[in-house]
């Protein structure tokens, strides 16, 4: 703590300078690294949940079930009572844990589609 408000001091006077990064450094030295070299984020081909939206998963999932299906596999207010995907989303945003059960519904439908198609595209339901 009394380091810390050493060093503030020492900034404000001017006395003292942070010290620089490596990309400051390339940087003042000329040799300015191009920002579209930066690597992508690394790709993720076995995460069915890559890429796709809340509300993607949401619409997929009351297409499937519908909302008393959904109300019946995950019991909340937002699939029961004037269900919506506005406000089901609204809902899932601020609760994390509703949030992962729908994930994780939607995980397993997502398997219980590909065991059909493996068992000969029969539909049971």
């Known amino acids: 703590m009394v380091q810390a408000l050493r ?17 400051e450094n390339r940087r ?21 949940l890559h890429g796709l939206t809340l509300e993607a998963i949401l619409t997929a999932l009351q297409e499937e079930y519908g909302w008393a299906g959904l109300d019946e596999r995950i019991p909340l207010r937002c699939f029961a009572f004037d269900p919506s995907i506005k406000s089901s989303l609204k809902f899932l945003r601020r609760t994390p844990w509703a949030r992962a059960k729908v994930e994780g519904l939607y995980l397993y439908m997502l398997r219980e589609r590909q065991r059909r198609e493996r068992a000969g595209g029969a539909d049971p339901a």
Not at 7 to 23: H, I, K, V
Not at 28 to 48: F, T
Request: aromatic share 6%; charged share 30%.
């Open 7 to 23: 060093d503030l001091t020492r900034r404000r006077r001017g006395e003292w300078a942070p010290p620089c990064s490596s990309w």
């Open 28 to 48: 003042r030295a000329g040799d300015n690294p191009d920002m579209n070299d930066v690597p992508a984020a690394p790709a993720q081909p076995r995460n069915p």
